[in-house]
């Protein structure tokens, strides 16, 4: 009799911060979905497929039915950097961003606050940087007044 072992092959547990709140996927078999309630309306729930391929991963999650936390820049002030979510906070900021010309002194110091929290708690990859540069990018082509950040020592 011959016995092999067989390797169970999952997603490991995640957390993602998006635009439309904080979700805590599960450990979950490949080839599964993993669903979870929206933060704003458990009523309702999103779904996220660990496909299962030579490896296993996880897939983009369906948010479709879950209404956003996070609608404007000023909604950020109570989203909370760690090592784990900096990279969706800067998509947060990217897609707040996506649509404005120009950004009042109060967005300007919440999305300047929060990229400094992201480089403090982030070991910042080349795709971190990146997406760090293009934020800050996004910014200075922006017709925002930034005269008040200029030139100036110390936090924000």
């Given at each position: 009799m011959y016995v092999s072992l067989l390797a169970v092959i999952q997603c490991a547990a995640e957390a993602q911060q998006t635009l439309k709140g904080l979700f805590m996927w599960p450990d979950t078999a490949g080839g599964q979905n993993a669903t979870y309630p929206c933060p704003k309306d458990p009523q309702y729930s999103a779904t996220r497929l660990c496909k299962l391929s030579q490896w296993t991963h996880w897939m983009e999650p369906n948010l479709e039915n879950c209404p956003l936390v996070v609608e404007t820049i000023p909604d950020l002030d109570r989203v909370e950097v760690t090592p784990e979510n900096a990279f969706d906070v800067l998509k947060m900021i990217k897609d707040l961003m996506r649509n404005q010309s120009s950004l009042i002194y109060k967005e300007l110091v919440t999305v300047?606050?929060?990229?400094?929290?992201?480089?403090?708690?982030?070991?910042?990859?080349?795709?971190?940087?990146?997406?760090?540069?293009?934020?800050?990018?996004?910014?200075?082509?922006?017709?925002?007044?930034?005269?008040?950040?200029?030139?100036?020592?110390?936090?924000?």
């Open positions: 300047l606050n929060k990229l400094k929290d992201i480089i403090r708690v982030s070991v910042v990859t080349p795709d971190l940087g990146q997406a760090l540069i293009n934020a800050i990018s996004n910014i200075l082509e922006s017709n925002s007044n930034l005269g008040p950040f200029t030139n100036t020592y110390g936090p924000f």
